[in-house]
T-cell receptor, first 118, second 112 residues
Framework: GAGVSQSPSNKVTEKGKDVELRCDPI?????LYWYRQSLGQGLEFLIY????????KSGLPSDRFSAERTGGSVSTLTIQRTQQEDSAVYLC????????????????FGPGTRLTVL | SQKIEQNSEALNIQEGKTATLTCNYT??????LQWYRQDPGRGPVFLLL???NEKEKRKERLKVTFDTTLKQSLFHITASQPADSATYLC???????????WGAGTKLIIKP
């Protein structure tokens, strides 16, 4: 079946503009994650959605960042008033439900959106 | 807080040899540890998971070990091939279980 898809694959924007990044998870995966990856760095956790539960937003770096997930499927990450330090690859991943206990579920990643803020 | 350390220098290995990558963590021992492969311009791909009560896990030419005393996991690729060239990331869960923290990855280059 189809994997995780993200759009756009590349986004160049000017400082101060708003951007929206989209993620389509694997059908049936109730868990969805957003990460940010800067060159040569590990993945930085941003936000986590699990079913209808309130999202874990603890990784969002500032109030300029927000995300929503509609109908438990597609998710949009919005960055308002972009800054040059927001330039990075934004990765989305999904996994099967992790409801209580220890979850070993592997995460399936999309190809990422490369954001460049000029 | 928990930190993960992977060798930031690229590892150059001759084709056919065994490549060994290291993942060290600094704090509590996690319930499990995962290894992923990432190719340029793509998202990471899951390879193996090893639980805290497992010493070793194998999958084809891949082998992972987990030493909770040393706070270290080793990732081995035997009979390495140029197609194995990629960046390899290790990840382990925070207390919440669902949230993973990630190493920066080690770039592996297999030379023919």
């Amino acid at each position: 079946g189809a994997g995780v898809s993200q759009s756009p694959s590349n986004k160049v924007t000017e400082k101060g503009k708003d951007v929206e990044l989209r993620c389509d998870p694997i059908s049936g995966h109730t868990a969805l994650y957003w990460y940010r990856q800067s060159l040569g760095q590990g993945l930085e956790f941003l936000i986590y959605f699990q079913g209808n539960s309130a999202p874990d937003k603890s990784g969002l770096p500032s109030d300029r960042f927000s995300a929503e997930r509609t109908g438990g499927s597609v998710s949009t990450l919005t960055i308002q008033r972009t800054q040059q330090e927001d330039s990075a690859v934004y990765l989305c991943a999904s996994s099967l439900a992790s409801s209580g206990g220890v979850s070993y579920n592997e995460q399936f990643f999309g190809p990422g959106t490369r954001l460049t803020v000029l | 807080s928990q930190k993960i350390e992977q060798n930031s220098e690229a590892l150059n290995i001759q084709e056919g040899k065994t490549a060994t990558l290291t993942c060290n963590y600094t704090n509590y021992s996690p319930a499990y540890l995962q290894w992923y492969r990432q190719d340029p311009g793509r998202g990471p791909v899951f390879l193996l998971l090893i639980r805290e009560n497992e010493k070793e896990k194998r999958k084809e030419r891949l082998k992972v070990t987990f030493d909770t005393t040393l706070k270290q996991s080793l990732f081995h690729i035997t009979a390495s091939q140029p197609a194995d060239s990629a960046t390899y990331l290790c990840a382990l869960p925070l207390d919440s279980n669902y949230q993973l923290i990630w190493g920066a990855g080690t770039k592996l280059i297999i030379k023919p």
